[in-house]
């Protein structure tokens, strides 16, 4: 940060770092020092994104101001989606200007954060070009003059006459004092270094291919702000390099750059899940990419604010049970590994992403090592039951994650060619009756617990846009006759074919998985939505959460009254079960045996991204309507 402030002080005008510095300053909950940096902006660009975060910045320690920022931007522009649900976290602050009540952290609303606007995107305007009528914002000792044009200008308040000629003296002695401090100074300092030249290369043809390149991880750097005057030359093309197929998954990847010259997949990450470079992420997922469109959705879809800083903490606690090879948790890594890279990858937690990259990195790196030496399986490497758990689990996160990267240009060295195995694993092992059984044995008694998880697989490798073999087969299959089959005349689906009665915590399951695949039959939906609302009228997250990560996945897809009355009940229980190192649950509770906490804590994490999260599994495909 003190590199950044530097950057900041010979360059004020910056937005960019100073947008940055704010971000992560209210973050800390740091709101006084935040705003007072914000508030030091020559100027503010005027557009909705950053109207928007400066006044929830300023919303905390001066309301008034947030207030007016608001007005101005909607006389100009009228109100949007984003003013209004903004100004209805305003409703109740105090009205009066000074003195101004400072929210607590847990009260304070979470920064829109505003996408990055460089120079070559804004126009913007000084204060003398600028023909406007000035509308001053008190705040402390500056205001915020909100022109007609396309920026809003802070500027200080005229002091009065009489104030003027004190201020004069003391002002003409620091000056002396500066100024004896900056001839010493440059007695001493070296001689500035030349402007600096940032030079993207553009791809050659005979570059396409790069023989035995080593691919290395390395330590991701933070780049100092060049000055606006600085000549920059870019280029939009982004070089593709051919991995030779050789790979040791014991080497040490680095999936953010090739080189210290390298752009890496061509996300550039700004803070906590935040991606400067929206393109190289694909459409369907982009709303859990920036924190502006998360709290937009979280808003939307009657999400606590309080919930995104949940997120975090519960993803700071995974990165902190990362074993040593890149797995997580001990007696069921796989399974564990692969749920936690989900949750990650939930809240755009990429490769590159600086706080998370070396975890998300190497939890890749596990799962694809235990893909390559275990004959296309990804477990733990012990015979038992959980063999199909863990391996559709972390199938379904290596899915997700080539889908994330799959428009940035570069692909992650083997990933596709692993997935073939582990996808190819899933599709052989499917049952006559559409189902799966434990063991990857087709002839084994068919089972919804394992089948539920081996559907959200597939879907998710059907997600990738890459044409695996039967996996649309398998799914059609599934749905429209494994599905059917296990349900009973209450609507509850059953454990195994054989039982005469269905589970309650298993239909969330199946319903969806109907609602992730088309072709399934609406009355058996109907008819098993019916039977889960009845269950879950007043639902409380419990000391397992196999049936909320479903349940809740199923109400929000189904949206109306039945989403409203789940979510109002269940998501405030789910965030007050949080435990202070931001887990949930304690060690040992219901599922996952060693590594329960680990799962109640992914399964919390993914419940809480729901709001925003593109669901590999359940992308709203075009034609699938509301039940």
Not at 376 to 395: D, F, L, M, R
């Amino acid at each position: 940060m003190e590199d950044r402030l530097d950057a900041l002080q010979k360059n004020p005008s910056n937005w960019q770092i100073r947008g940055e510095l704010v971000s992560e300053l209210y973050e800390e909950a740091k709101y006084e020092e935040a705003a007072d940096l914000l508030s030091q902006a020559p100027e503010i660009p005027g557009d909705e994104g950053n109207i928007i975060f400066a006044a929830t910045v300023l919303s905390v320690t001066d309301p008034e101001s947030s207030r007016a920022l608001l007005d101005h931007f909607e006389s100009a522009h009228g109100p949007t989606a984003a003013t209004e649900q903004l100004r209805v976290h305003l409703s109740d602050k105090p009205s009066e200007v000074a003195p101004v009540a400072r929210a607590t952290p847990e009260s304070a609303p979470v920064a829109n954060r505003a996408e990055p606007i460089h120079a070559t995107e804004v126009e913007t305007q000084s204060i003398e070009e600028s023909d406007f009528e000035p509308v001053e914002i008190s705040s402390g000792n500056r205001t915020f003059s909100i022109g007609a044009g396309e920026v809003v200008q802070a500027a200080e308040f005229q002091t009065r006459p009489f104030d003027k000629i004190g201020a004069v003296l003391i002002a003409a002695m620091i000056h002396l004092v500066i100024v004896a401090l900056l001839f010493i100074w440059k007695l001493s300092s070296p001689p500035n270094s030349p402007p600096q030249i940032t030079v993207s290369s553009v791809v050659q043809p005979q570059e396409e291919t790069i023989e035995n390149e080593t691919v290395t991880k390395q330590e991701q750097k933070q780049a100092a702000a060049a000055p606006t005057a600085q000549p920059v030359v870019t280029s939009q093309a982004i070089s593709n390099f051919a991995i030779p197929t050789t790979f040791d998954a014991t080497t040490d990847l680095n999936m953010v750059a090739m080189s210290n010259s390298d752009a890496g997949f061509g996300m550039s990450l700004t803070g906590f899940g935040d991606v400067s470079n929206m393109d190289a992420i694909p459409k369907s997922m982009q709303s859990r990419c920036s924190m502006s469109q998360r709290m937009k959705r979280l808003r939307e879809s009657g999400g606590e604010d309080r919930a995104e800083r949940a997120v975090r903490e519960g993803l700071e606690f995974l990165a902190t049970q990362q074993n040593d090879d890149g797995s997580i948790g001990t007696e069921f890594p796989a399974a564990m590994t692969g749920l936690s890279l989900l949750a990650f990858l939930g809240h755009c937690e990429t490769p590159e992403s600086p706080k998370f990259g070396d975890t998300v990195v190497n939890a890749t790196l596990y799962l694809m090592e235990r893909c390559n030496k275990n004959d296309g399986k990804i477990t733990n490497g012990k015979s038992g039951n959980h063999q199909a758990y863990e391996h559709a689990i972390a199938t379904y996160a290596l899915s997700e994650l080539y889908t994330m990267t799959r428009e940035s240009g570069k692909d992650i060295p083997r990933l596709e060619s692993t997935l073939k195995k582990a996808v190819g694993i899933i599709v052989d092992a499917q049952a006559k009756g559409g189902g799966w059984a434990y063991g990857f044995k087709p002839n084994n008694r068919m089972d919804m617990s394992v089948s539920g998880w081996q559907i959200q697989a597939l879907k998710a490798a059907h997600n990738t846009g890459r044409r695996f073999s039967g996996v649309d087969r398998a799914l059609d299959k599934a749905i429209k006759e494994y599905l059917p089959s296990i349900q009973d005349s209450a609507g509850a689906f059953k454990y195994t074919p054989d039982q005469a009665s269905g589970k309650q915590t298993l239909t969330g399951a199946a319903l969806l998985a109907m609602q992730i695949w088309e072709g399934g039959d609406p009355n058996v939906f109907d008819k098993g939505f019916a039977y889960l609302k009845s269950k879950y009228s007043n639902p409380a997250p419990g000391n397992g959460y196999y049936a909320p990560y479903y349940n809740t996945q199923v109400f929000f897809l189904a949206e109306g009254k039945a989403w409203e009355n789940y979510n109002s009940k269940f998501q405030p229980r789910l965030l007050d079960a949080q435990n202070e190192d931001g887990s949930w649950l304690r060690p040992g509770i219901s599922h996952g045996g060693k590594d329960s906490q680990i799962l109640n804590t992914a399964w919390a994490i993914l419940m809480l991204e729901v709001y925003y999260r593109y669901l590999p599994t359940t992308d709203k495909v075009d034609g699938l309507k509301p039940r």
